[in-house]
């Protein structure tokens, strides 16, 4: 059922869009952010709150490389993602990405996986250079380790809420064209 919403959405929002954001090659934003996260059950985690960071420089207007590294206590996720905007109005931008993400899980654990990341947000244009930015990614991880508990024990997956502010440093518009 959830799947089926997150596609909805998806499909929703990309058929909603309207002329791709106004950003320049070479435009910079950087941004901090609270993220929550939901670990996959097989890690033994409770949920956890971290902050993070992010960059991102344009590749072509719509386009955009963003890293972004955020740490909770015991939990260090690097995103590395192509993500796309397109314009959902004219201040606000719907954000589309994929990639990959690197985790590290500290203390008694002491392991690191890596796989697939999505991305789906929002940013809303507060002035001519700050955005607020809010976004959804899932994460997941494949291993041919059978001695998880997961159910799926080929792969499993964490899921995270962002909320934070972004700051286009150079180059680009405010704003999406009209």
Not at 62 to 76: N, Q
Not at 100 to 109: E, K
Not at 114 to 121: D, E, I, V, W
């Amino acid at each position: 059922m959830m799947t089926r919403v997150i596609r909805l959405a998806a499909t929703a929002s990309l058929a909603a869009t309207l002329p791709l954001a106004a950003q320049r090659v070479g435009t910079i934003e950087i941004g901090a952010f609270a993220r929550y996260t939901d670990f996959d059950n097989s890690l033994g985690f409770g949920n956890a709150i971290g902050v993070g960071g992010r960059g991102a420089v344009y590749v072509r207007p719509d386009f955009a490389l963003e890293l972004d590294v955020s740490r909770s206590t015991k939990y260090t996720p690097v995103h590395a993602r192509l993500v796309r905007a397109f314009a959902a109005g004219a201040r606000a931008d719907v954000l589309l990405g994929g990639g990959y993400v690197r985790n590290s899980y500290g203390g008694a654990l002491g392991v690191s996986d890596g796989g697939f990341s999505a991305l789906l947000g929002l940013r809303y244009r507060v002035g001519e250079r700050l955005w607020l930015r809010a976004g959804f990614d899932a994460d997941a991880m494949f291993s041919t380790d059978s001695r998880r508990s997961n159910p799926l024990p080929f792969y499993s997956g964490n899921w995270g809420l962002q909320l934070g502010a972004t700051l286009r440093l150079n180059g680009g518009r405010g704003g999406a064209q009209p």
